[in-house]
């Protein structure tokens, strides 16, 4: 892999990564860009004891522009975009409208591919090994920001999911806090090493789902299963058999057979609703552990925690959607129509060929 650091017009980062070590890449921004000047503020709920990121510069961000107008396609001839070569492997510049930024953080948009009508599944296993490099050079990088405590690498893909520009990309937020989902997380692993004299709870919880029904597909590194208590219609999570707490920390195996299992997954997802539908809508969210102090979360260290990738779609049904809806978003109380056994037989069933 080689990288290549450079600026764009306004002076924001931009990153190519390249699976040739002999390509150069000096291309230069030639929009009329002014500096960016961005609003984002994080605030704290009292009550919750969550954060919440005020970013109303957002508003005016790009939404849905015509395919020839594509802001992470290659620049040609007179159309310019956010990637001033005329092609690339894998880009990662910093978002022109991010949700936090400065002392709030920083957000990352990472493009998979050049190609304006693929997916991530459609890459071959060497693109997404370069993807998975990226994600953990930007997770090394991020992390010694002062302002970053917990870094988190994911993609929204479909336009249900919210996602407002076609072409195949995920994102990177540096968060200035750990987040309330992780910190769920610590808490209950705190409380499950000391109630069973420092058993660990993801080994525990890994160890459950290999005995049971809901396993997807496994292999030397790698195991997926929808989850005993699945939140989503159709739900897997993603762990190497060997724990460690991020990107960083995997070893030359499970890294080399990453793109396979990965992609395997993404093509059985697309598989789940029959011939004929339309790209599932996902969420693939990679959970790392906080870089910055557990003082709070008694006992616990950064290398208790697991890294592991979950996937899911908010499709049911086809043609139907999960809305989170009074439960969901009032209470936080998930209500899934879908079995999680039920779940886990469909995406065996659906195996690629």
């Known amino acids: 892999m080689k990288k290549t650091s450079t600026r764009l017009a306004d002076g924001r980062e931009l990153i190519y990564y390249d699976s ?14 002014d500096r960016t000047v961005t609003t984002s503020e994080v605030r704290r709920d009292p ?25 992470l396609c290659p620049s040609e001839g007179d159309r310019l975009s956010e990637i001033p070569d005329s092609s690339y492997d894998v880009a990662v510049f910093e978002n022109r409208f991010p ?43 991020l992390s010694h920001l002062p302002s970053v405590e917990q870094v988190f690498c994911f993609e929204n893909r479909g336009a249900e ?26 808490r209950s692993l705190a409380a499950h090493k000391e109630a069973t004299g420092g058993e660990n709870l993801f080994d525990a919880v890994l160890e459950r789902e290999l005995a049971d029904e809901r396993v997807v597909l ?26 460690v707490p991020d990107l960083l920390g995997l070893d030359e195996g499970a890294r ?19 011939e004929g539908e339309p790209p599932t809508p996902y969420i693939s969210a990679w959970h790392q552990a906080p870089f910055g102090t557990l003082e709070e979360f008694d006992g616990v260290v950064r290398e208790d925690f697991a890294l592991h990738l979950e996937l899911f ?41």
Request: net charge negative.
């Open 47 to 71: 009550l919750l004891g969550d954060a919440v990121a005020i970013a109303s510069h957002r508003q005016g961000r790009i939404y849905h522009p015509p395919a020839d107008e594509c802001p």
């Open 99 to 141: 949700s936090l930024a400065g002392d709030s953080g920083r957000c990352e948009v990472v493009c998979f591919t050049s190609n304006h009508d693929a997916s991530f599944a459609d890459l071959t296993e060497e693109q997404a090994a370069l993807v998975l490099d990226a994600w953990t050079d930007r997770t090394a990088e």
């Open 161 to 186: 999911i919210g996602v407002t520009l076609g072409h195949p990309h995920g994102q990177i937020y540096a968060y200035p806090f750990t987040t309330p989902r992780t910190a769920l997380m610590l």
């Open 218 to 243: 496994e292999t030397e590194h790698w195991v997926a299963f929808v989850p005993y208590s699945a939140h989503w219609p159709y739900e897997v999570h993603l762990y190497p058999r060997h724990r």
């Open 256 to 274: 080399t057979e990453f793109p396979q299992v990965y992609l395997e997954l993404l093509r059985r997802f697309d598989r789940i609703f029959g």
């Open 20 to 33: 040739r070590d002999d390509t150069v890449r000096d291309a230069v921004d030639r929009r009329p860009l």
């Open 313 to 353: 779609t908010i499709r049911r049904t086809s043609g139907k959607l999960k809305f989170l809806a009074g439960s969901e978003s009032g209470m936080n109380v998930f209500i899934n129509d879908v079995p999680p056994e039920t779940a886990a037989q469909r995406l065996r069933e659906v195996a690629s060929s």
